[in-house]
C-alpha cells in the first residue's frame, strides 16, 4: 500500500495534504524518513510513525451503537439526523454504514461497519441470523399469540413470516415481550402484533446473531466491539 494512501484513509488529511506532511519530514518508516509519496509500506509489517507517534492501521472498523430513537439507520439523509452523524470524526474517515436497519422510532442496537462481506453474511436472507427485541404491547399478549408467532402470522400485504419465538415477560393491560425473528421485512415485528391486533408502543433490539447490547453504552453512544465479540461474530456460523 501506497504510504500517503494509508495515512490519508487513517484521516490525516487529504492527499495533498499528506503529501506535505511527507515533505517536511513528520513521517518515518522503520525509522527512515520517508518523504516519497509513492513509498509502498506494509502496514501489519511496517513501523509508521508520524511526528514520533506511531501510525496504527486498520483496514476495517466494527462499531456497536446503542440507536436512540429519532435518528435513522441511513450513511446520509436530507431531513433527518442519521446514525452516522453520531459518529467521531476518527471513526466517520472508515466509512462506516449500518448493518441493516432499526425504524426512527426503534432503539437498540446496532453493528455499523466498514466490512462489506461481514455485512453481506449478516443481512442475506438465506442465513436467517436471528434478532431479538424488546418490546412493550398495548394489550394483553397470551399464550395463543406465542402459538400463531410460532406458526408464522399473514402481514397486512399477505406475506407470511418465518416462525417466532415470542416470550411473555409481563403481561397485563400493557405487556412486556421478548421475541426472536430470523428475517427482516419492513417494520416487521410491529406489523406480526397488528396481525394479531395488537400494537407495538416502544420497541428495543437487543441481540443480533453473538452480539449482544451493551447496556452500559448511553442512547447514541458507541464502542468498538471487543477482540471477544469480534472473534465471535467472524465465527458465527449462520444456517
Do not use: C, W
Not at 522503520?30 to 509489517?45: F, H, I, L, R, S
Not at 436497519?101 to 449478516?122: S, V
Request: proline share 4%; aromatic share 6%; no cysteine.
Amino acid at each position: 500500500m501506497r504510504i500517503d494512501k494509508m495515512l490519508a484513509n487513517l484521516g490525516y488529511g487529504s492527499r495533498k495534504d499528506v503529501k506535505q506532511l511527507l515533505k517536511s519530514g513528520a513521517v518515518e518508516v522503520n525509522g527512515n524518513k520517508v518523504k516519497d509519496a509513492k513509498q509502498q509500506v506494509n502496514p501489519e509489517m511496517d513501523q509508521v510513525t508520524l511526528h514520533g507517534e506511531e501510525v496504527v492501521y486498520k483496514e476495517f472498523i466494527y462499531l456497536l451503537m446503542n440507536k436512540p430513537q429519532g435518528v435513522i439507520s441511513a450513511t446520509e439523509d436530507s431531513e433527518h439526523e442519521t446514525v452516522v452523524d453520531l459518529l467521531e470524526p476518527d471513526d466517520l474517515v472508515f466509512s462506516p454504514f449500518p448493518v441493516g436497519r432499526l425504524d426512527k422510532d426503534t432503539e437498540g442496537l446496532l453493528l455499523l461497519t466498514n466490512d462489506g462481506q461481514l455485512a453481506h453474511r449478516l443481512l442475506s436472507p438465506k442465513k436467517h441470523v436471528p434478532k431479538t427485541y424488546f418490546a412493550v404491547i398495548n394489550s394483553e399478549v397470551t399464550e395463543e399469540d406465542i402459538v400463531a408467532f410460532k406458526k408464522g402470522v399473514i402481514l397486512d400485504d399477505g406475506y407470511e413470516t418465518k416462525p417466532g419465538e415470542l416470550t411473555i415477560l409481563k403481561a397485563g393491560i400493557t405487556s412486556d415481550i421478548e421475541l426472536t425473528i430470523t428475517e427482516g421485512k419492513f417494520h416487521q415485528v410491529k406489523r406480526m402484533f397488528e396481525a394479531v391486533g395488537k400494537r407495538v408502543i416502544y420497541l428495543q433490539r437487543i441481540s443480533m446473531g453473538p452480539l449482544l447490547l451493551d447496556e452500559s453504552l448511553e442512547l447514541g453512544e458507541y464502542r468498538e466491539l471487543t477482540d471477544e465479540e469480534l472473534e465471535s461474530l467472524m465465527q458465527y456460523e449462520v444456517k
